[in-house]
């Protein structure tokens, strides 16, 4: 199996933009444009929290199938609980992680680290091994 393609970010305010132009570059044409706008969203998010709160390189990795879109945001920092805090409507930031719990399939933290993940799950029927559609994912 190949190693999903990966990308070294800066630890600046451009980080976010350089993610999401490499994910246009490398997903552009194979997914819908509604796909790749909520994938180019949650991963700003979470390259954006990297830059706030991680520290050392930031990696970006990305790997696509017939099912789902992962997507993950890798720091040098010590991590963090993946906990999501009652926030008051009018506060300015520390959305992040709400807005990549309401609009991603699944998402996840690698315990320990500051590796943080995101699936957006493909539309469409799913197929079996028998090449006959299939309910289960």
Sequence with gaps: MNAP??????????AALQARRWLEDQY????ASNELD??????????????????????????????????????????????LGKRDFEKLGGWGLEIVEACSSRWGVHEGTTHVWFELER?????????????ED
């Design 28 to 31: 552009a044409t194979a997914l």
């Design 38 to 83: 909520t994938a180019k969203l949650l991963t700003s998010e979470l390259v954006n929290n990297a830059v706030l709160h991680g520290k050392g390189a930031i990696m970006l990795r990305a790997a696509l199938d017939e099912n789902r879109l992962l997507v993950e945001v890798i720091d040098e920092g010590s991590g963090f609980e993946r906990a």
């Design 5 to 14: 393609p990966e990308i070294e970010l800066p630890r600046g305010l451009e």
């Design 123 to 135: 539309p469409g029927p799913r197929v079996g091994a028998d090449g006959k559609p299939s309910l």
